[in-house]
């Protein structure tokens, strides 16, 4: 079951993740990469246990989370972007003065995404996931048409 929805938005907040620097960031995408490895078993396992539902649910959320506060700092970003290159000098000091409340708030998501994770992580181990290790298998490109 190498197609699960939650697996593939682990994958993907892995893929962001790997783009920034801050020691939060890279602590939740540790810990993404350890849950990433037991989420197949989770869900081979999850009709038998209703815990471990809820277990995936809570990381589910969380993920959403983090994604979203993956969007606002994209979108923050580009919105530096635009007003250094088009922006008026009222428009830039009114950006200026913004920007460490936006990085507060932000760190502050950030955090409270890691801790909730790292609880959530703590919890599943009552479960006996076992790590499964996963390949990812490259196909070569196909076409519909002989070339002679």
């Not at 502050?108 to 959530?120: A, E, F, M, S, Y």
């Amino acid at each position: 079951m190498a197609d699960s929805f939650l697996f593939d938005i682990a994958d993907s907040l892995l893929e962001k993740l790997a783009s920034y620097a801050h020691e939060d960031l890279q602590g939740i995408k540790d810990t993404l990469s350890i849950v990433k490895c037991v989420l197949l078993d989770a869900e081979d396992k999850k009709e038998r246990n209703h815990g471990l539902r809820e277990w995936l649910k809570q990381i589910q959320d969380i993920c959403y989370n983090a994604e979203d506060v993956f969007d606002d700092v994209e979108c923050q970003n580009s919105r530096n972007q635009l007003v250094q290159a088009s922006g008026s000098k009222r428009m830039k000091v009114g950006h200026f003065f913004s920007l460490p409340f936006f990085r507060l708030r932000i760190a502050h998501r950030i955090k409270d995404v890691r801790d909730r994770l790292d609880k959530v992580v703590a919890d599943g181990n009552k479960f006996g996931l076992e790590r499964m290790d996963f390949v990812v298998e490259k196909r070569e490109m196909t076409y519909s048409h002989v070339v002679l």
